[in-house]
Each structure stands twice: as C-alpha cells, then as structure tokens.
C-alpha cells in the first residue's frame, strides 16, 4: 500500500458501515463498561452533526459526545481523550427537547439552529482541534511542527469534505496539494527504486519534512495496522 494511498483513505475518514445509532450505542456501552461511567443515552439526532446527548448519573448532568470518528475497534479512552476538546459538558436544558452549551450557544436538538455567533464558535474551536491534532501528530508520529500543522489542516478540510458529501476527485486534488504526488504516481513506481525515491523526495519536501522524517512518519503509519485515522 503506499503512502498517498494510505494518507489519502485516513483524511477520507468513514464510519466503518455502521448506523449512527449503532455507534451510540457502543460508544455508551464501552463509556459504562471500560471506563466507569454511568451514562445513559437521551437524543441520538442532534442538530450538531455526529454528536449525541447523554445524562451523566454520576454529575447530573446532561452531555454531548461528538462520535463522528469513533469505531468500535477504537481505543475507548485514547477516543475520549484526544476528542475531549470536542465534547460539551453540563448542557442546560431549555425545553422542546433542547439543550444548550452556555459558553458557547450551541443548541442540541434535532431542529434546525439559528446562532449568529456560530460560524465565529466553529471558527474558534477548528484551531482548537487543529492543535490538538498537531501536537498528536508531533508526540506520536514525531515529525516536525510544520509538517503536523499541514496534516492536521489538511485533515480538518477532509473532515468537512466528507460531511459535504464530496467526491473522489476533491480527496484526490487535496492529496496532490499535500504531497505534492498522486496514489497513481505511487502505483506506477511500484518495483521501480529510483521513482518511489524521487516520489519520497517530492512528498518530503511538500510535507516540509526531511527523508528520514518521511520514513520514520510511514513507519508508524504502517504500524498503526496501516491507517493514520486524523480525526481519531
């Protein structure tokens, strides 16, 4: 597999065939059972997309989890604390079935919202998780900074591509922007040393990272059962 091909299917994202409900459920489930947590389930379908509402018995509050990445073959608590900086806690409710976030205004409901302030919000919290997903990047991929904050954006972009519903073509022209090469480019190297090398040297240096950089980021890709999930 090669490493367009790898980089591109991880900003690709995906559910893995799995209702959202079905999700919720295991998600709840693997919260109570692995983790402690005594939560149950109050709204699958929310107006913010890919998340769901939980009751906290423990707190006595009410929650909302973004599950937008989660698999059931995910680390449970690796999911909860790299995503941490996406959940809502003590939602207020508002009755109609609403719950609102006091700091930030955003209403959890099935309906359809209305927020002045929510393009500047996600604007705010993108650079958020933009960080967050640098600084993954940086501690367990060990690239540079540089090189982490490109992925990372990348990524986000993909991330809103694929809530847009776009094509195969768009993730293709984001790969070639990111590095600089096609999955078609990698195929046709295949079994040829001196074009994967000129390939490498052309993703290395798009991704602002030196050979060894590159090799060393591969290889825990590859380690990582072949797929850098981004947005994990």
Known sequence: MTFTVILTGCLGGGGGGYTHAELADDFVYRLNFALGYDVDIVK???????????????????????????????????????????????????????????????????????????????????????????????QNFEIPQASAQKIAKASLMASLMQKQGAGEAKYKDMALQLTGTTADQWRAAEGNPLALEKLKNTTAQSLQMSSDDLNRFFGKMMSHDGVLNLNQ
């Open 44 to 138: 699958y379908n929310t107006h913010q997309y890919d998340y769901i509402v939980v009751y906290d018995y423990d707190y006595g509050t009410y929650d909302a989890y973004y599950i937008g990445d989660y698999l059931p073959s995910d680390d449970i608590n690796g999911y909860v604390s790299y995503w941490r900086a996406d959940f809502f806690y003590d939602l207020t409710y508002i009755g109609g079935g609403d719950y609102q976030d006091p700091f930030t205004g955003y209403i959890f409901n099935k309906e359809k919202m209305f927020n002045r302030n929510q393009l500047k919000v996600a604007g705010i919290r993108e650079k958020d998780v933009m960080g967050s997903m640098t600084d993954h990047l940086v």
